[in-house]
């Protein structure tokens, strides 16, 4: 497979919305609509700045595609691709979510996390409709250099509001329980009822995932499997500067608020539940550091994973720490490739090196693909 070839093709040939029958594939992409009830009526903000503005229609209402494969699809059993922060498209998961479906012929769901991709305002990704907040963020912050007009909407509503990281979260989470109980219960058109969900998770994605099973409402994910690639660590440890997801003073104003201020007996009585503590319990490697790593332990064959020597967002000693170092250098193998890659481009389209990124992508999601299928 040459990785960048695919990737461009299938970019091509991806209209949200539109039923696509894949050239050279056993996939076809579907897609269906959803309406989020997750926590927008208590947490929304409204607001006449249409960045920092929480009532946001795509938010509550959206599509979602499938990759189904066109023969030989299995409906007892899904995979649940959940991505990383900041993502305004789908474009690096076609080629991942494709690979997938083929190689385990189950149906691949790329669920959007809540205000990322279609479930965001489109201006969120315009420069032109974004000069006025960056040149305002660029004067009050000064000559910040992770700043950028890729990241400055989500580091402008991070700083101006850090607990939208968990109100959004909770939306995500309440959303996933929402869609894999209604696929359990029959009602997805896709799925045979009680189909298995397991997760292919991403960066964030991984940090959505692990609170998931350990909340694991009605013991939805009790029989899933958690495959984590460049992701699973322990929130203290991970590190979001980056021009592609938010800038300096936005991830010291989040790592801050998170690890020193916000605490679950600030909470409302009706809001401290599982997920709260679970979410907590992620944090920082000391908060309820047995219970969360026997969990995880426990889990046993059902959880394993990739990470990167060079990531620096999501390092693997950040791993460890989630894990435990025994559980982590069992399970999650940690793995360098010879060409430059970073955590947010992992197979990079634009170098030279097309063998050794083929190599790459081969060697990550074979395995992603055999522990999943």
Excluded at 138 to 145: A, I, L
Excluded at 186 to 208: K, R
Aim: negative net charge; hydrophobic residues 40%.
């Amino acid at each position: 497979m040459d990785y960048a070839k695919r990737f461009y093709e299938l970019n091509s040939l991806f209209r949200l919305g539109t039923i696509t029958d894949l050239p050279d594939s056993n996939c076809r992409i579907h897609f269906f609509g959803f309406d989020s009830k997750g926590m927008r009526a208590a947490n929304a903000v409204i607001s006449d700045d249409t960045v920092l503005c929480d009532a946001i229609t795509e938010n509550s209402f959206f599509q979602y595609p499938v990759f189904v494969p066109k023969k030989n699809h299995n409906p007892d059993k899904a995979i649940l691709l959940l991505h990383g922060l900041n993502e305004r498209n789908w474009s690096k998961y076609l080629t991942w979510a494709e690979y997938l479906c083929q190689k385990t012929g189950k149906a691949v769901i790329l669920f959007p996390i809540a205000f990322h991709i279609n479930r965001s305002p489109q201006h969120w990704s315009n420069p032109r409709m974004l000069q006025a907040v960056y040149d305002l963020r660029r004067k009050r912050n000064g000559d910040d250099r992770m700043l950028s007009f890729a990241n400055v909407a989500l580091s402008e509503r991070i700083s101006e509001n850090p607990y939208r990281f968990y109100s959004s979260g909770r939306q995500s989470l309440s959303d996933i329980e929402n869609l894999v109980f209604s696929i359990k219960n029959g009602e997805h058109q896709l799925f045979n009822e009680n189909a298995q969900i397991d997760v292919f998770s991403y960066s964030i994605g991984s940090f959505l995932s692990q609170i998931a099973f350990l909340t694991n409402t009605d013991g939805l994910f009790s029989d899933s499997r958690l495959f984590m690639f460049c992701g699973g660590s322990i929130f203290s440890e991970m590190f979001g500067q980056s021009r592609t997801i938010m800038d300096s003073k936005a991830f010291d104003r989040l790592y801050n608020y998170y690890r020193f201020e916000f605490m679950p007996e600030n909470e409302t009585a009706d809001h401290i539940d599982d997920a709260l503590m679970a979410f907590c319990s992620m944090i920082a490697p000391e908060r309820d550091e047995n219970k969360r790593t026997t969990f995880f332990s426990e889990m046993g064959q059902r959880l394993g994973g990739i990470s990167l020597v060079n990531d620096k967002v999501i390092p693997y000693k950040g791993v460890e720490q989630a894990l435990g170092t025994d559980l982590a250098h069992q399970r999650i193998g940690l793995y360098d490739f010879d060409f430059n890659y970073t955590h947010e481009n992992p197979f990079p389209v634009n170098q030279q090196n097309t063998n050794a990124i083929n190599y790459a992508f081969q060697t990550v999601f074979s395995q992603a693909a055999d522990f999943l299928g």
